[in-house]
């Protein structure tokens, strides 16, 4: 055994040889300094928790990319959601702006068989010097509408003057169109069969099952007010004709139980074809027939009609009008129905189902035909 060194030197070789601490101290050292021979860097030490560093930044990244990506996403799709909302609303305050003008002139301009004549003359009280079948129309610029046809043909609503892509506006006259309440079983069934395309005998128990119901409506169920709440009322009707084909089918029946009229004035050659059972060639050539202030049909043998019920006026309107206005660009239409209660002394006119939605723009407008819709005249003039 050596002898166990003195002194300060002798005590520090000995402690540096004998302590494992140091001894372990010294392993690392070596350790650096072998290292820093190969050429490696002397400040990196390896560990048993090599790598664990990586893997965490990378999945923080992911989650913060995800999040960031599911707000981007959602900042989208509020900032497109918030312009339809500002182009519903701007949409429907043009709307309201066009069912003011109609109304104004419904309640203050005077009618023909076919149509609104604005600023034309007037048969007043005990002023016979106009005949109650004539529609003369009235002195107008070129760039005037007035006379409007209330058969559902189109015309251009300008939101303002220069406006480039005007909406559409269409007025239906309520009499022109098939009423349910006055159908017999075989008018009904020729409307299934021309408008929902069913067979025979699907046909004919829809208008059996339909008939027996609006029978019973006026004193067991509350009166329709609205075509499209049919179905939903008739707990047999999505076997025979689904809800869209009868949303379709609604732009050309009417449910007022109060009046009988039909108005061959306005109607539309198919629905003429399945009220009185005639061939799209001779109904389109009633239309054609009766194009015109002037040759307005006053009797439904003029045109070789025979009534089918009896005791019902077919020649002008019942003071309902249904309202449409289309934006061609969206879809978006609005449409609701004009009631005259000239009657009712506060309120000459009533709005009812107005409502909002989204359909297929027209594609056959042709703008070398369509007209202005009118303006309110000038009465200073």
Known sequence: MSPRPSGPIGFRL?????SPRRQGHSGVKNARMSSWKRGANPRKIHSGKAGFSLP???????VLTTAYVFSLTSLIQLTETTKLAQTRAEFERHAMTAEA????LITTEPFCAALLNIGGPRNLAGNNTVAANTCTQAAATESETTQVVLDSRPYFFFQTQDTASPYLAEIQDEAGLFNLYYASSDQLTRL????????????TNLAVEMQTYLAESTTLHQPIRRPAAIFSRLPDMADYITPRMWNTLSDKI???SDDNRFNVNTAPPDVMGVM????????GQIVENREGAQNQITRLADVGLISPTPNRAYTFSNGRFRFTLIDPESGLTYRSTLILTPTDVSRPLWIENPRTLVTTPPNDV????VKAFPNIPDLSS
Not at 14 to 18: Q, T
Request: zero cysteines; aromatic letters at 16%; a negative charge.
């Open 254 to 256: 009417t449910t007022y």
């Open 192 to 203: 299934f069969q021309q408008f929902a395309g069913m067979g025979d005998i699907d046909a």
């Open 56 to 62: 965490l930044v990378l999945t923080i990244v992911a």
């Open 366 to 369: 042709d703008p070398d035909v």
């Open 14 to 18: 000995f402690f540096n040889r004998m």
């Open 276 to 283: 009185f059972n005639i061939d799209p060639e001779t109904a």
């Open 101 to 104: 003008r109609l109304s104004y």
